[in-house]
C-alpha cells in the first residue's frame, strides 16, 4: 500500500530533518576533537534521551551549545516523528480495513453478476466490453500488480487465488449467472470449472483453453462452453485470406491487433527442401507441436495458394505456411531442420 496523502508526505519530511540532525551534530562534536564513533554515539544518546554517561566530558562552552542544540532539536524531531509514525499506521491500517469492508459490502450486495478469473490479456479485453455492456461483474486476480490494475479502472476485484473455493465463495459464486476463467493455465481453468460446478451446480460456465485436447476435459469438468484463442484466430485469418490482403489491407491492421490482444501471433514459414517437416501432413505437423499453431493456408511455390487446407494435405519442401498461434519464431527450427541420416518418420 502506497504512503496516503500529507501523513506520508509530512513523515517522509521529518525524517529528513532528523537525518540532518545527526549529520550536523555529528560533525560538531568531530570539530571539537572527537572522533566519529564516540561523535555518533554521543549524538544517539541525547537524541534518544537513553541518559547515560558522556563518552567525554562536556566541560567547555562549545560542547555545551552543540548538546543543548542536539537535546532541542532531536528530541523534538523524534516526538514529532514518533506521533507521525503512529499516525501513518493508524492511517494504513483503516484505510485497508475499510477498504476490504467496502469491498465485501459491495460483493455482498452482487447477484446474477459474473465472476471473471484471471485479468491477463483477455480478461482485460472481456473485463472492458462487460463494462461497455453494463454488467456487474467481479474480478479474482492473484497476481497483486494485476490487481491493483483492475482496481484502478474502477473493476471490483479480489486479490486471491481462484483455485481456492474460499475465493470463489467470496466473489458469490452461488449467487453468480456465469463463471468466466479465462487463465493461461489449462490446468488451473480445469480446477476452477470443477470447482464452480460443485459449489453452484446451475451457474453457466465459459472457460478458456489453450491445447485443443484440454476442451474435452473442461467439458467433462462442467464447462457449458469452451473458448480456444488459437483456433479464433486460425479462423480469423482464414478469413482475411479468402478476402485477399491486398485488397483489404485495413482488415489485415484489424486483425493483427485482435491476434494480439488475444496473445496470438501469425507469420509465413518457410519450409526447407530436406526438412524435418517435408512430406509430412498438415495433421501431423500440428500434432508434432501439440496444438502450438495452426496452418490457415499454403503458398505453393509452383501453384495457386490453398486458403483453409484440408488437415490431411502434404507440405512439400519450398512451401510456405501461413501459421497462427503462439512463441512462433521457437518453432521455425522444425520447419528448417534437416532430416538426419537414418531417421524413421514417425
Known amino acids: 500500500m502506497g504512503i496516503p496523502g500529507s501523513s506520508g508526505r509530512n513523515l517522509f519530511a521529518i525524517v529528513a530533518f532528523m537525518l540532518l540532525v545527526f549529520l550536523l551534530a555529528t560533525i560538531a562534536y568531530m570539530a571539537a576533537g572527537w572522533n566519529f564513533s564516540d561523535s555518533l554515539y554521543m549524538v544517539l544518546l541525547t537524541v534518544y534521551t537513553v541518559g547515560y554517561t558522556e563518552v567525554h566530558p562536556v566541560d567547555t562552552a562549545y560542547l555545551h551549545i552543540v548538546t543543548v542544540a542536539t537535546m532541542v532539536f532531536g528530541c523534538t524531531g523524534m516526538i514529532v516523528f514518533t506521533g507521525l ?6 492511517v494504513s491500517q483503516l484505510q485497508k480495513v475499510l477498504g476490504v469492508t467496502r469491498m465485501q459490502n459491495a460483493l455482498d450486495k452482487l447477484k446474477d453478476h459474473i465472476v471473471l478469473v484471471g485479468f491477463g490479456r483477455i480478461g482485460v479485453q472481456l473485463a472492458q466490453e462487460l463494462k461497455t455492456g453494463g454488467a456487474e461483474f467481479v474480478v479474482l486476480e492473484k497476481d497483486e500488480k494485476r490487481a491493483l490494475e483492475a482496481r484502478g479502472l474502477g473493476y471490483l476485484c479480489l486479490l486471491c ?3 481456492d473455493e474460499d475465493a470463489l465463495r ?3 459464486i452461488d449467487r453468480a449467472r456465469t463463471l468466466a476463467t479465462v487463465l493461461p493455465n489449462d490446468a488451473a481453468n480445469v480446477f476452477i470449472t470443477l470447482s464452480g ?9 465459459i472457460a478458456r483453453g489453450e491445447l485443443p485436447s484440454t476442451e474435452s476435459k473442461l467439458i467433462q469438468a462442467g464447462a457449458d462452453r469452451v473458448v480456444l484463442p488459437t483456433h479464433i484466430g486460425a479462423e480469423r485469418i482464414a478469413e482475411l485470406i479468402l478476402f485477399q490482403e491486398s485488397a483489404h489491407p485495413d482488415k489485415m491492421k484489424v486483425l493483427e491487433h485482435s491476434l494480439w490482444e488475444l496473445g496470438l501471433e501469425t507469420d509465413v514459414i518457410i519450409v526447407a527442401e530436406k526438412g524435418a517437416l517435408a512430406g509430412f501432413s498438415i495433421a ?9 499453431f495452426f496452418v490457415v493456408q499454403i503458398n505453393r511455390r509452383d501453384a495457386e495458394p490453398v486458403a483453409n487446407p484440408d488437415r490431411s494435405t502434404i507440405v512439400k519442401g519450398g512451401d510456405g505456411l501461413v501459421v497462427v498461434g503462439r512463441n512462433i519464431q521457437t518453432l521455425r527450427t522444425l520447419f528448417v531442420a534437416p532430416v538426419v541420416a537414418g531417421q524413421a518418420a514417425t
Open 197 to 205: 460446478r460443485s459449489l453452484n451446480p446451475g451457474i453457466e460456465i
Open 161 to 163: 487465488d481462484a483455485t
Open 85 to 90: 509514525l503512529v499516525q501513518f499506521l493508524t
Open 284 to 292: 501431423e505437423i500440428e500434432a508434432k507441436v501439440g496444438g502450438g
Open 170 to 172: 467470496r466473489a458469490g
